[in-house]
């Protein structure tokens, strides 16, 4: 946060905020037999990831948002067409986590990123949401990989999206 003694939009793409959401999709890890796992005495999450070609990080799905957008791009990609209304319905519904201004290495003076997490918890594995969004997922750009990860501070992940899982594992009370 600060000056970063760079000038104009740099890679990014308009002067001033460049938006941003992303959507934290979470669900109970279970054992062999359903049940929810544990570590210690908190329960432990599993988180939707995506890695793109070229990146040595996973990230939560999402991406910048035009004007007037209500996906993103690069989630659109990650879901196939006939889910996305579904899953703006389910954004709909999700616990903002963090609004705000996003520490990123493409930040400069005149352009910056501020973004929207939203929690979209699934807390039964039969949940129909959630068979259907693995469903849609399993049909989706081949290249970009997409998996579920366990929360956990060690995860390989984008430090703005570490922090944003944190908050997200918080409003759970679970382990991180």
């Known amino acids: 946060m600060g000056r970063t003694g760079l000038r104009g939009r740099g890679s990014l793409r308009w002067f001033g905020p460049n938006h941003t959401l992303h959507p934290v999709v979470t669900r109970w890890r279970r054992n062999q037999d359903g049940a929810i796992c544990r570590k210690s005495i ?14 040595e990080h996973w990230a939560l799905p999402g991406g910048s948002r035009e004007p007037g957008e209500a996906l993103p791009r690069k989630l659109r990609q990650v879901l196939r067409q006939e889910f996305w209304e579904p899953f703006e319905a389910l ?10 201004y996003v520490d990123d290495p493409r930040n400069t003076d005149n352009a910056w990123v501020e973004t929207v997490a939203v929690s979209i918890h699934f807390r039964d594995q039969n949940d129909l949401e959630l068979k259907r969004l693995n469903s849609h997922l399993r049909a989706r750009d081949p290249e970009v990989a997409v998996r579920w990860q366990v929360v956990d501070r060690r995860t390989p992940l984008y430090p703005s999206h570490k922090s944003i899982l944190q908050k997200a594992a918080a409003l759970f009370t679970a382990h991180y």
């Open 91 to 100: 954004l709909a519904q999700g616990a903002e986590v963090y609004k705000g």
């Open 42 to 55: 908190k329960k432990m999450l599993e988180v939707l990831v995506v890695k793109r070609p070229g990146s």
